[in-house]
């Protein structure tokens, strides 16, 4: 039953995510859905544990109600998608 009542959250917008953003490498990761704050606060010492352990640094978290449409973001990636766009339209002018 649980489940079913955070899957109808998740679907709405209001089920509750750990937000995790790392400067080092440097990614947003979501950990979820959860149907409250309390339960999310409760999991988010293993998601930092496994960052920490496999390098992560500089840990932000947020507990936050939110639909992430991706579960992981490589801001590295991104910036650099941005960068050589940027190139290739500035190369066309």
Known sequence: MSE???SVLNTVGLAWWVE???ETPR???YFGPFSSGKEA???QGGYIEDLEQEGAQ???VNVKRCKPS???????????NSRNGSRALS???
Do not use: N, P, R
């Open 4 to 6: 079913i009542w955070t």
């Open 70 to 80: 991706s579960l992981t973001i490589d801001d590295e990636v991104s910036q650099m």
């Open 20 to 22: 995790v953003i790392t």
């Open 91 to 93: 190369s066309q002018l």
């Open 58 to 60: 500089g840990i932000k």
């Open 41 to 43: 606060e409760e999991a």
């Open 27 to 29: 990614c947003t990761y």
